[in-house]
């Protein structure tokens, strides 16, 4: 059976999508050839894109442009807020906690979702902010997950703010822990008695796609009830991890298990 002729969508998206998987910015001829286009005709299609944005020119170069960096951010965090929240509702439900979902940015995390109970109402949510590594769980364990070369902007962001970042108490110590347990604890936010625990969930090794966290009251998170807490948050973010690898069935539970 012929091959269908590819219409002018496929060449656009063709074209988007070799700029963008490209790991240098690439010639004309080099994406001419790539998507099996005449030069002239890949040039007439890339002009278009980079009128409305989805790819930008840089002299001779092509880059993915911002209507394609908005819309896989934008995406990306809406589909893992989709794919997370049954994860967060029953993580709060078994544990009677505020649970949020985090994602890294530069130099920081930023929460995405929150599950917060009624009882728990006085606590900020801090739905949409950035957070910094030296001050909330969430941050920690991710920070914890990443190779050490690519933690510097973040343990910098600390070091600026007058953190310590060695000795028993500094930040460092406070990384391999977490490291070393896989989970970040952390108490008195800004002075108020709440603690959180949180845990990064990394499907590849070195990259953490996000990390869920369980915010109380301090006194909730005494060390008889901690084991608890990390059961049930190891259970969420391997059900998460699960759902994000493929390898989760129909009801959220791992292939292959009972």
């Known amino acids: 059976m012929p091959e269908a002729p590819r219409t002018a969508v496929d060449k656009a998206l063709d074209l988007v999508e070799a700029v963008a998987r490209s790991p240098h910015p690439p010639r004309l001829t080099d994406l001419a050839e790539e998507v099996g286009l005449h030069r002239a005709t890949a040039y007439r299609v890339l002009l278009d894109l980079v009128r409305r944005g989805w790819v930008l020119r840089a002299g001779d170069r092509y880059l993915p442009g ?33 649970v949020n979902l985090q994602v890294p940015e530069t130099d920081r995390s930023r929460v995405i979702d929150v599950v917060r109970p009624d009882r728990l109402s006085m ?10 590594v030296h001050r909330f769980a969430g941050r920690l364990a991710l920070v914890a997950a ?18 310590a970042l060695t000795g028993p ?5 406070d990384v391999e822990r977490t490291e070393r347990t896989g989970f970040a604890v952390e108490y008195g936010r800004n002075e ?67």
Request: aromatic letters at 2%; one cysteine or more.
């Open 66 to 98: 911002t209507a394609v960096l908005q819309l896989s951010s934008s995406a990306a965090r809406n589909s893992l807020v989709a794919l997370a929240r049954p994860v967060l509702t029953a993580l709060a439900g078994r544990t009677g906690m505020m």
């Open 123 to 132: 606590i900020t949510r801090l739905m949409g902010e950035a957070l910094p």
């Open 146 to 163: 990443l190779t050490p070369a690519e933690r510097a902007p973040y343990l910098g962001v600390a070091e600026e703010a007058g953190h």
């Open 169 to 173: 108490e500094g930040l460092l110590a």
């Open 192 to 258: 108020q008695p709440v603690a959180s625990l949180s845990r990064a969930v990394v499907p590849q090794p070195g990259r953490p796609v996000c990390a869920v966290t369980v915010v109380g009251l301090a006194a909730e998170f005494d060390e008889a009830r901690l084991p608890e807490l990390r059961r049930a948050l190891r259970d969420a973010t391997d059900t998460l991890s699960s759902l994000l690898t493929g390898s989760a069935g129909p009801s959220g539970t791992t292939e292959g298990t009972a």
